[in-house]
């Protein structure tokens, strides 16, 4: 749902993940019960200065046709904590085809889980209709739970506090009331965004249960923004952590690629640690770091890597999920490799060959990567040894490669890791990238002097 991208700053972008907003003025509190509980527009810091247009127009339009309509999710909650937010979804009590029908750049999606998409050009704007997650009346159990109690159906239309139940965290059920500028809290948002807690709505077990992607999804918003995981929903973790197998290996992809790639990998890789799902995820790698012990060269490698990614979504460069996987899997293969290349004399390139298939499948027996990343993470791997040897032959190749900057980059990061003996070629890679056509041959011709003395 990573939709809107703002051409301009809502909020000076926050400069690294220490830097995090706090609330300015405490939000006012409230009571739970049937009604919610409202703040209204004084009492909380949300401007419709700070919204994307094209959300404005698709929310008046709806509320001029009589409809209800909010702002929800992630949005509302990030301008609540003065945060830029990523996207912002659209709730009503329009259906599809009622929204289809006010919308002439509107599209439905979805067979059975529907959603409208409005566009602005390359823009779009998402529009859900209230959902519940309580079975109509005479509906069978089976038919929407499976007996691990995993939700399979989803797509009962409800009112705005069915809604509110059913989705995940308290902090992400808050509703932005176009017509009045007030925020509705059905079920203790507010107070869980004050005192800084991320709190699963419902019984933490059940919720795991009906989808236990919503335990990477607590990960990654404790580690975004640097909330506590409330204790019932932290130690429901550990009882249901085991049912994240049954989770689509494809949907896994999405989650761990969200978990990576949105500025908040280095925390994320901590807590994934800490609640002992990392090795679910990836069980090579994480055999790999336990038998390293606690910090060992595979753990500074990935807690590098991480690092470097978050830094790259503050410059507003891309994170490439080809890459974090190929260093992810870089300590796993390369252990492979050397023992063929012991137990079976193998050269490099033919070790390489064999072991780099097993490593993915194995892999893509837990998180499925989609084929394209996967060629690109076999050319990132491949390369590393290119870049070593700096074959005269393949010298230009290699640089015009479109995966040279990723292997150049695993490259930098290894030799940041005490491989000593990639220091050299690291350093006259970085000159050669530096270099016009003219300096880049000379630095050819001076390799082959070396060479040919040799
Ligand atoms: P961000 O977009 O910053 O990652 P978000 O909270 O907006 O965070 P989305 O994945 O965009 O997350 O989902 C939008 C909203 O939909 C959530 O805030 C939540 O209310 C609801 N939601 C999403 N996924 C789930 C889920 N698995 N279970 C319950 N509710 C969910
Ligand atoms: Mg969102």
Redesign the pocket.
Known sequence: ??IFRPHFPLFPPWKHKKERDSLQDRLPEGKLGACPHILTRPQHGISRRDMNPNVLKVLYRLVNAKFEAYL????V??LLLKKY???F?VVSNATPEQIRKLFTNCRLIGRRFRLAHIYFGKEIIEVATFRSNVPPQGAKEHEFKMESGMIVRDNIYGTIEEDAQ????TV??LYYNIKDFSVLDYTGGITDLNRRLLRLIGKPQERYQE?P??IL?AI??AA?LGFQLESQTRDAILETKHLLKQVPRARLFEEVR?LFG?GYAAPCFELLLEYDLFGTLFPQTYACLLQEGQRGKTYQLLNGMFENADERVVQQKPVTPAFFFAVLLWTVLSKQIAKHQRQKRKKWRSAFELVASDVLDQQMSCVAIPRHFVLRMKDIWFLQEVLVARDLNRILDCFHHSSFRAAYDLLTLRSQMEEEALREPVKWWTRFQSLSDEGRNAMIANLKRHSDMR
């Open positions: 749902m990573a929800v999710g992630g949005g909650r990030d937010p990523k996207d979804d059913r989705r995940d965290f992400n059920a989808d992607a919503r999804r990654r918003f975004k969200k949105e």
